[in-house]
Each structure stands twice: as structure tokens, then as C-alpha cells.
């Protein structure tokens, strides 16, 4: 049956409550199927949608299970609904492609958050995807964002490479860890730390002396990371060093690391203040707008990676040849760097 879309995209735009939030959910739907009629419907909305995109704040958390990222993100929502803004949360569960119902998980949790009608939550199956992340989940954004939800937040479960995935498709990347997490810091992967933007010390009101261990310890690891520069994500980390010693404070941004107990209601103020520091410092020096250009001309070749594979694996004369290849590489009868020329060789023909 196909899905239909009975609204524009401006009715999606101007639309409010119950109507906006139901036009919001069938054009993620769309954007998540994939046949190719509802592609070429999704392509047409989702192009007509993005002159009303761009205007909000795109943060990603990640964090290992059970560092409380649910009640954090269900805090901090609460609390910016308090200040005037709208929240839309997309929530990425990469068990739900195995069990169906463990994608509502994050939902249940935020319960005060998911009945409030300035805020939107969506969870979303990794559907295999590299690092957990809903293929669509930069798609979703873009409907939230025209829609009008000026906080976009971005949910990981955090293992694998989820956490890169997040970090390049949001301006701001926050990891959370737990108080004891200081204790131990070879647990926590490097390339993570280079990532995060802002460390997060959750359930601080637990072990307060682990809490401010943990700080000062990560705080350490962050600096030093910062010396040893990380390409990646050198337009976020770090700055000008040696001899611009003295620039301005303004020209660059450091990651911090700050406590807070999302429980308790306490630390939620000052985790706020972070991120607007980060976003004025990060807009004042161009690196935000740097930022959001590398990360969709990074989404349009990811795009095209994904768009190739399938073309070859769709291919009649691929599908003709790739079992028997398969089993002669498996056998150990034809290596496999001559079968997948091979094989790429009869996609264009040349066999």
C-alpha cells in the first residue's frame, strides 16, 4: 500500500499541534522506506523542506548504557521547553532490529518529555547501519528542523562507532560518563574523547569525591589530546598554538568537562551555559558554519557510497556470478581481490 502524503511541505511548516506532529511522523515514515516510489516522494519533500532547515541547534550525546542519558536529555528538554524553545529528540536503538519493541524504550523513559507538545521524540532502528545510526537520522533532522523545533538532540547508545557517526552530523558532541569513570581512564576509548566537545560528569550527587577526581582527570586527558592534535575534528578541538599564543579566548573553543546529576535536577543550568558558550565561540570563528558544509558534502558522498553498493548488488549479471564467486572465495579457490574485479567487471560490461 503506498504512503501517501496529503500535506505540502509548507502545511508541514505552518501547521501546529497534533496535525504538525502527525505530518512530522509520516514523512519520517517516508524518508524511512525503501522503495523507490517513496524515494522519489521523500527526495521531492525533503528538497522542498530545506530552505526552512538550518536554523536550530544540532547536539549529539552519546554515552555508554546506563550513564543516564534518558533522564539527562529528558532534564535538559524539560528545561529548555521552560525557556522557549521546542525539543525534538531522535533516538537511535540499535537492538531494534532484533526485537521490535526496545525501539519505545527511550520514549517510556522520557515520559514528562514525550506528553509535552513542544517537543517531538522519534526512535529510530539503526537498521544496520555503520555506528548504530539511523540511515535517515539526518533526514529526520531536517523535517524537525522545518517544523520549527529550534533544539534538535541526537541519541546514541554509545559503542561501536556510533559516537563518530553522531559527532559528524551535529554541531555540538557531548559525552557522558559516570563518576567513577576517572578511576579507570584506559576505558575510555581516545578517539571518543577527541570527539567530545563537552565531557558530562552524570550522577555526580553519588561520589562526589569520584565525580571531582573524574573531572580533573579527564580534564588532564583532554588537554592533551588537544596538544596532540586530532584532524578529524581539529576545527572543534583545537586552534591556533605556538605562536598565536596570545589570540583572542574567542578564536577557539576547548572542550570542558563539567558535573552534574540530571536526576536531582542540579547542573542542568550550567551544562546550558556550556553549550551556548560553545555555539557563540563556534559561530563568532566560523567554525560551525565550516562544520555543517563538511558534514553535508560528507552525508552526500556517504549517500553515493550507499546508492553504488546497491546499483552493483541489483546488477543481473553481479547477481548471476556472485554465488558461485562467493563460494569459490569461501572455498579458498579464487582469491578474493580477483572476484571482486570480476564481478565489478560485469557491472560495466567488460564481461
Request: hydrophobic share 45%.
Amino acid at each position: 500500500m503506498p504512503l501517501r502524503t496529503p500535506f505540502t511541505a509548507e502545511a508541514l511548516v505552518t501547521s501546529e499541534g497534533p496535525a504538525q506532529r502527525r505530518a512530522i511522523a509520516k514523512t519520517i515514515t517516508l524518508l524511512e522506506s525503501t522503495r523507490a516510489d517513496h524515494r522519489a516522494q521523500a527526495d521531492e519533500l525533503l528538497t522542498a523542506l530545506l530552505p526552512h532547515t538550518g536554523k536550530s541547534f544540532r547536539l549529539g550525546i552519546s554515552g555508554v548504557p546506563g550513564v543516564g542519558k534518558s533522564t539527562f536529555i529528558e532534564a535538559l528538554g524539560l528545561y529548555l521547553i521552560g525557556r522557549g524553545h521546542r525539543v525534538a529528540v531522535l533516538t537511535i536503538d540499535p537492538s531494534s532490529t532484533v526485537s521490535g519493541g526496545s525501539i519505545l524504550g527511550d520514549k517510556t523513559r522520557m515520559e514528562k518529555l514525550s506528553i509535552d507538545e513542544r517537543a517531538y521524540i522519534r526512535p529510530s532502528p539503526s537498521s544496520g547501519t555503520l555506528g548504530g545510526v539511523a540511515e535517515k537520522t539526518r533526514e529526520a533532522m531536517l523535517v524537525c528542523e522545518a517544523a520549527g523545533y529550534d533544539i534538535v538532540i541526537v541519541e546514541t547508545v554509545g559503542v561501536g562507532q556510533s559516537e563518530t557517526a553522531v559527532s559528524g552530523m551535529t554541531d555540538m558532541f557531548v559525552l557522558l560518563q559516570l563518576p567513577n569513570a576517572g578511576d579507570d581512564l584506559q576505558a575510555i576509548k581516545k578517539g571518543v574523547m577527541e570527539l567530545a566537545d563537552l565531557v558530562v560528569i552524570n550522577k555526580a550527587d553519588l561520589d562526589k569525591d569520584a565525580a571531582t577526581r573524574a573531572q580533573a582527570q579527564i580534564t588532564s586527558a583532554l588537554r592533551l589530546f588537544g596538544h596532540h592534535g586530532n584532524p578529524a575534528h581539529a576545527h572543534v578541538v583545537h586552534g591556533s598554538h605556538g605562536g598565536h599564543g596570545t589570540a583572542a579566548p574567542e578564536a577557539q573553543w576547548q572542550p570542558k568537562v563539567i558535573q552534574l546529576s540530571a536526576l536531582v535536577g542540579t547542573g542542568v543550568d550550567a551544562f546550558w551555559d556550556a553549550v551556548l558558550e560553545f555555539k557563540s565561540v563556534q559561530t563568532a570563528n566560523g567554525r560551525l558554519a565550516a562544520r555543517r558544509e563538511k558534514q553535508a558534502l560528507a552525508w552526500m558522498w556517504e549517500r553515493i557510497d550507499a546508492g553504488l553498493k546497491q546499483a552493483f548488488r541489483q546488477h543481473p549479471a553481479v547477481r548471476e556470478l556472485l554465488p558461485q564467486a562467493i563460494a569459490q572465495v569461501a572455498a579458498g579457490t579464487l582469491p578474493a581481490s580477483t572476484a571482486a574485479r570480476n564481478l565489478l567487471a560485469s557491472q560495466a560490461g567488460q564481461a
